[in-house]
């Protein structure tokens, strides 16, 4: 909601502005444009990702305290995906701090290799450190067993790339 709905008294004249307000403009935040967002992208453990001349952009949705989320991030001839020796547990910053305490693992990703035309989609979980991240991305397969990163699911070049989006309850 834009606002929060208006307490009415006894007595008090309603007016178009008024019911503007409180009704249409209300409804309006439901039905509104996408923000756009420009997703941090960081890492656990390991070398910090470097974007270089790759692009990363995200879109979200806030009614309420319920955010929908897109991002996507495509390497380019200089993006450098972290150390190179796995393990870095890539993190992405999401547009407004999920609830304390939420940590479910219901967003989802997809990458693509495309040297390969392959795509592979895999889960990650919400938490609130670094001001609010989606991170823990695993395999939705089970012979593809661990954490994405530099090196999982397939060793990321030019042209790839990853897609994630999510719905989660934001802290305020």
Do not use: C
Not at 87 to 104: D, H, I, K, R
Not at 112 to 118: I, M, Q, R, T, V
Not at 137 to 146: A, F, L, Q, Y
Request: no cysteine; proline share 3%; aromatic share 12%.
């Amino acid at each position: 909601m834009t606002t929060t709905p208006r307490t009415w008294v006894v007595g008090e004249v309603v007016n178009a502005a008024l019911l503007n307000q409180e009704i249409r403009d209300q409804l309006n935040s439901f039905f509104g444009a996408w923000s756009s967002w420009t997703p941090g992208w960081l890492a656990e453990g390991g070398a910090a990702p470097t974007l270089g001349n790759g692009t990363i952009t995200g879109r979200y949705l806030k009614v309420g305290r319920t955010v929908d989320w897109v991002l996507q991030l495509t390497w380019g001839s200089s993006t450098a995906a972290g150390g190179g020796g796995g393990g870095e547990n890539w993190m992405f910053v999401l547009p407004s701090g999920p609830a304390t305490g939420f940590s479910q693992r219901i967003a989802s990703f997809d990458a693509f290799d495309n040297s390969a035309s392959l795509h592979y989609s895999a889960r990650g979980i919400y938490n609130t450190g670094s001001g609010g991240v989606v991170k823990t991305i695993v395999s939705d397969r089970g012979d593809n067993t661990g954490i994405w990163d530099s090196q999982l699911p397939f060793v990321y070049a030019a042209g790839d790339i990853l897609y994630g989006s999510g719905r989660y309850e934001a802290a305020s």
